[in-house]
């Protein structure tokens, strides 16, 4: 008989995103310029403001030129870009003072599709990141900007092969993985533990006699709905990140009767179709019901064939506001959101759904009940 092997249990151990280690990389290779030589560790400043400090590889620096790279670690979740070598290569530019021009070398994805709100032909370095790289350039360069510009290209050898892993290609970014990160913080979303974290947040507030539940998919809705709705006890917050089956099957066992959701267009549009994980690498965004929800509201044809061939559920927002029926979009949406889940959990609970842009900014509001009881 073959042994039994237990299976290893996974942590909660927080890493750090492609986006927080290419700031790291370009602030060590910036104070190399200023100093003359790239540091061996570096601190650097996260989006969400956490001062954290990172491991410097392949210090260089000659001829005003620096280099520098941060090896990546995802913590307890993880994923294909888990040890990348983000690479920062500072150059100074001495005829534009002040200037940071931030550039994607090798293995970072290059837009091709509109949609994900960056430029078409450029680098995929969301925004988030690009101002958390400027931010910590600006601070290491100093006086330095005085005299002279700054070009940081960031780059990730072996990032093409990391990118087949990903829906980049169905995203329209060829040739390299995304720089992401909104905190810069890697929480492990899809380990057995945060799914536990988020069952017991149901049961907590269940326990406190708590009747309502707001679900959101991450630290920026959750700011969101708590802005919202600053009435609901704390208790009520729970971000359930991808788990949404576990989080739903959780409040109906625990009889909690109204379910707010807070989320953004695409993370809505994969509980529309029917996920119950709502994970960007599980499956594709699909396109055919987004084509059908705007046609519903009076799109023209070609536009409605324009966001069925497109790969996000944010290119058809864009389009739609671009039409004035940006409004009418998200009230169809949330109307499926609730339709969906009304029949797998039939009388369960009603739904409010609260949308925000990608900025955090309150967008539409959609009510619809469910419980027939």
Same mark, same amino acid.
């Given at each position: 008989?073959?042994?039994?092997?237990?299976?290893?249990?996974?942590?909660?151990?927080?890493?750090?995103?492609?986006?927080?280690?290419?700031?790291?990389?370009?602030?060590?290779?910036?104070?190399?310029?200023?100093?003359?030589?790239?540091?061996?560790?570096?601190?650097?400043?996260?989006?969400?403001?956490?001062?954290?400090?990172? +491991?410097?590889?392949?210090?260089? *620096?000659?001829?005003?030129?620096?280099?520098?790279?941060?090896?990546?670690?995802?913590?307890?979740?993880?994923?294909?870009?888990?040890?990348?070598?983000?690479?920062?290569?500072?150059?100074?530019?001495?005829?534009?003072?002040?200037?940071?021009?931030?550039?994607?070398?090798?293995?970072?994805?290059?837009?091709?599709?509109?949609?994900?709100?960056?430029?078409?032909?450029?680098?995929?370095?969301?925004?988030?990141?690009?101002?958390?790289?400027?931010?910590?350039?600006?601070?290491?360069?100093?006086?330095?900007?005085?005299?002279?510009?700054? !070009?940081?290209?960031?780059?990730?050898?072996?990032?093409?092969?990391?990118?087949?892993?990903?829906?980049?290609?169905?995203?329209?970014?060829?040739?390299?993985?995304?720089?992401?990160?909104?905190?810069?913080?890697?929480?492990?979303?899809?380990?057995?533990?945060?799914?536990?974290?988020?069952?017991?947040?149901?049961?907590?507030?269940?326990?406190?006699?708590?009747? +309502?539940?707001?679900?959101?998919?991450?630290?920026?809705?959750?700011?969101?709905?708590?802005?919202?709705?600053?009435?609901?006890?704390?208790?009520?917050?729970?971000?359930?990140?991808?788990?949404?089956?576990?989080?739903?099957?959780?409040?109906?066992?625990?009889?909690?009767?109204?379910?707010?959701?807070?989320?953004?267009?695409?993370?809505?549009?994969?509980?529309?179709?029917?996920?119950?994980?709502?994970?960007?690498?599980?499956?594709?965004?699909?396109?055919?019901?987004?084509?059908?929800?705007?046609?519903?509201?009076?799109?023209?044809?070609?536009?409605?064939?324009?966001?069925?061939?497109?790969? +996000?559920?944010?290119?058809?927002?864009?389009?739609?506001?671009?039409?004035?029926?940006?409004?009418?979009?998200?009230?169809?949406?949330?109307?499926?959101?609730? !339709? +969906?889940?009304?029949?797998?959990?039939?009388?369960?609970?009603?739904?409010?759904?609260?949308? *925000?842009?990608?900025?955090?900014?309150?967008?539409?509001?959609?009510?619809?009940?469910?419980?027939?009881?």
């Amino acid at each position: 008989m073959k042994p039994v092997r237990k299976k290893k249990k996974k942590g909660t151990r927080k890493g750090f995103t492609t986006g927080a280690c290419s700031a790291a990389a370009a602030r060590a290779a910036t104070l190399g310029l200023v100093h003359g030589v790239v540091p061996e560790e570096v601190e650097c400043i996260l989006p969400n403001e956490q001062q954290v400090r990172f +491991t410097v590889s392949e210090p260089f *620096c000659e001829n005003g030129h620096a280099h520098a790279v941060v090896i990546k670690d995802a913590g307890d979740d993880p994923d294909c870009t888990d040890r990348a070598r983000l690479t920062a290569d500072v150059r100074a530019l001495p005829e534009h003072p002040d200037e940071i021009r931030i550039l994607g070398g090798q293995g970072v994805g290059r837009v091709t599709m509109q949609g994900l709100g960056l430029e078409v032909g450029g680098p995929a370095i969301n925004k988030s990141p690009r101002k958390n790289i400027e931010k910590n350039v600006r601070q290491a360069a100093g006086g330095l900007l005085k005299t002279s510009g700054l !070009e940081v290209t960031i780059s990730v050898p072996g990032g093409e092969k990391m990118a087949k892993k990903t829906l980049n290609p169905r995203l329209g970014i060829l040739d390299g993985i995304s720089i992401l990160g909104t905190t810069g913080i890697v929480h492990p979303y899809s380990t057995a533990a945060f799914r536990d974290s988020v069952i017991q947040g149901i049961q907590i507030a269940a326990a406190q006699g708590q009747d +309502t539940v707001v679900l959101t998919t991450g630290g920026r809705t959750e700011k969101f709905v708590m802005r919202e709705l600053p009435n609901l006890a704390p208790a009520c917050f729970v971000q359930m990140g991808d788990f949404l089956k576990y989080a739903i099957d959780t409040v109906v066992n625990e009889g909690i009767q109204h379910i707010i959701f807070g989320g953004m267009v695409g993370k809505l549009t994969k509980i529309a179709q029917g996920e119950t994980i709502t994970h960007a690498n599980r499956n594709a965004v699909n396109t055919d019901l987004l084509a059908e929800l705007v046609a519903g509201i009076g799109a023209p044809e070609e536009v409605c064939e324009e966001i069925r061939a497109g790969q +996000t559920a944010r290119y058809a927002s864009e389009r739609m506001q671009e039409l004035g029926l940006l409004q009418e979009f998200y009230q169809a949406l949330g109307e499926r959101v609730i !339709e +969906t889940l009304g029949r797998r959990y039939p009388g369960k609970f009603d739904i409010r759904i609260l949308i *925000c842009d990608f900025e955090g900014n309150w967008q539409a509001e959609i009510n619809g009940r469910q419980r027939h009881d």
